[in-house]
């Protein structure tokens, strides 16, 4: 004699997908009324094993009519936070042309439209790239955001036009 729980083929009749989605709507509180086991919230940690903040820049960076906001360390290479970031850095053919952030080819060129003073010195391969060009337009390739220990603001703008 088959039970009533069994369906004619012998299996286990099927959940509605209603019931599914219903169980899973439930409160945690309300599942725990009915007896369901459910992991109570960890406190936040505190005390030595907390990390300290680590210094950040927030580079603001216009491409366009876009702004988009890049928290970078302080410290860290300008091209590689833009380009975890996902930050279209280059033009078309810049994408094709680019030497990698050595330096060698000139088409990371970004505008630095306030902070200067939270970035690194212009550096000899920047003279040498960006001769003739405009004073707050660096290589991004070549440019340090902060010193590794300060914190700020920048603002710089992505492919600048003369």
Known sequence: MRSMM??????????SGAAVAARRATPPQAQAQR?????????????????????????TVTD???KIKVACPSGEQLR???????????TVWGKVWQCGGVGQCGTCIVRVDSGA???SERNETEDRKLKGKPEDWRLACQTIVGDGENSGSVSISVKPQK
């Not at 007896?35 to 580079?59: D, F, K, L, S």
């Not at 590689?80 to 280059?90: F, G, I, R, T």
């Open 117 to 119: 003073e939270l970035l």
């Open 64 to 66: 366009g009519d876009a």
């Open 80 to 90: 590689a936070s833009l380009l975890e970031n996902k930050v279209d850095l280059y």
């Open 6 to 15: 069994q369906a004619p083929n012998g299996m286990r009749p099927r959940t």
């Open 35 to 59: 007896g369901r086991r459910t992991a109570a919230p960890r406190p936040p940690r505190a005390g030595p094993e907390t990390a300290p903040q680590e210094p950040v820049i927030n580079v």
